[in-house]
């Protein structure tokens, strides 16, 4: 297991950027997939992003492909979501997920460790 710990979250204008970061305990973060959803009230949770272990593959939600950019520095145990071009739509609060996997998961009941979730409120 691993315990994500989400951090950038916070209140901007439509337009601008946010960076958002997740950082994992234990020694082993490099054989963990890494993904992003979030969750609007009232909505399910959606993908937004995803990496594969090695850095070599990622995916990305249709809402956001061409604005977020995800990334991962394995020797900081962390994972990044820059975020460009906000719009009020991603209002959310957005959670760090991973799991021991080689490929790229899209699907939030395949994760099995989750950040407690960090609030991204885009304004317009």
């Known amino acids: 297991q691993v315990q994500l710990v989400e951090s950038g979250g916070g209140l901007v204008q439509a337009g601008d950027s946010l960076r958002l970061s997740c950082a994992a305990s234990?020694?082993?973060?490099?054989?963990?997939?890494m993904g992003w959803f979030r969750q609007a009230p009232g909505k399910e949770r959606e993908f937004v992003a995803a990496?594969?272990?090695?850095?070599?593959?990622?995916n990305y939600g249709d809402s956001v492909k061409g604005r977020f950019t995800i990334s991962r520095d394995n020797a900081k145990n962390t994972v990044y979501l820059q975020m460009n071009s906000l719009k009020p739509e991603d209002t959310a609060v957005y959670y760090c997920?991973?799991?021991?996997?080689?490929?790229?998961?899209?699907?939030?009941?395949?994760?099995?460790?989750w950040g407690q979730g960090t609030q991204v409120t885009v304004t317009s």
């Open positions: 997920a991973a799991k021991e996997e080689y490929s790229v998961i899209y699907y939030a009941d395949d994760y099995n460790n």
């Open positions: 990496v594969s272990r090695s850095h070599l593959r990622t």
């Open positions: 234990g020694r082993t973060f490099s054989r963990y997939v």
